[in-house]
């Protein structure tokens, strides 16, 4: 394998992760986050990938039949992301308004989305097929980039509408969103792996769809959170 194929895989593999990081903060441009910590954050997400692998590896030996299979691998997969964001991130003092907790942990999913994106790329560019990792990447720009994100955000939503909660109330949140975030990932896998361009086009039609319906809860979240310190005489 040359430094070439790994540029190639390396750049391929961040650039899906970037473009969704800039619409990201794009939207939060008003209340910026601070750089070192996306950074970190973004860093942090994809330090949980080599984690994640031989654990996939294990419930892929040690478990028998895809649906049991592609539940443990979600479960690995989003259950890392928030252990990582939880240990790193979440606990910082720069977390401080309700959208924040769904900033960082999408962020968290794009750093971990990346490096598995350049784990997939690695195999068609080795080969010397080029047009093929392009088009792989396309692919997992739409679909599983994306569903990095809705899994992760839905754990930052129940964290954002949870802020308030009691420590019961709020361990239940995150739960409930942990849950949520694995029947999604598990979701899209299932789909995608059924062959056919109909279940591939209603996994991507479920992970659009579900996409909208996230964005446009951000936008409500940032209102009231938003309304409510300009409200604030108070507020720096």
Avoid at 2 to 21: E, H, M
Avoid at 45 to 58: H, N, R
Avoid at 198 to 208: D, G, Q, S, V
């Amino acid at each position: 394998m040359t430094s070439t194929t790994l540029g190639y895989a390396f750049l391929g593999g961040l650039l899906p992760s970037f473009i969704w990081l800039y619409f990201l903060l794009k939207e939060d441009a008003q209340h910026p986050e601070p750089k070192t910590l996306i950074a970190f954050a973004f860093i942090t997400g994809m330090l949980a990938v080599p984690i994640a692998l031989p654990l996939e590896q294990y419930a892929k030996a040690h478990l028998i039949g895809n649906g049991s299979i592609l539940t443990a691998w979600a479960l690995v997969e989003e259950v890392l992301k928030y252990t990582m964001a939880a240990i790193f991130i979440l606990w910082r003092g720069a977390v401080d308004e309700t959208p924040d907790y769904v900033i960082y942990m999408i962020t968290v999913a794009l750093g971990f989305a990346a490096a598995e994106n350049m784990l997939f790329l690695l195999a068609p560019i080795s080969a010397g097929s080029f047009a093929l990792g392009i088009f792989t990447g396309d692919l997992r720009f739409l679909g599983s980039t994306l569903v990095h994100v809705i899994s992760s955000a839905s754990i930052g939503f129940a964290l954002a509408f949870s802020t308030n909660y009691h420590p019961v109330g709020r361990t239940s949140a995150a739960a409930l969103g942990l849950i949520l975030a694995i029947a999604l990932h598990t979701a899209f896998n299932a789909l995608i792996i059924t062959e056919g361009a109909a279940t591939e086009l209603a996994a991507f039609f479920l992970i659009w769809m579900v996409a909208v319906v996230f964005f446009a809860t951000f936008e409500v979240l940032k209102y009231f959170q938003y309304r409510t310190i300009a409200k604030n005489p108070f507020s720096l």
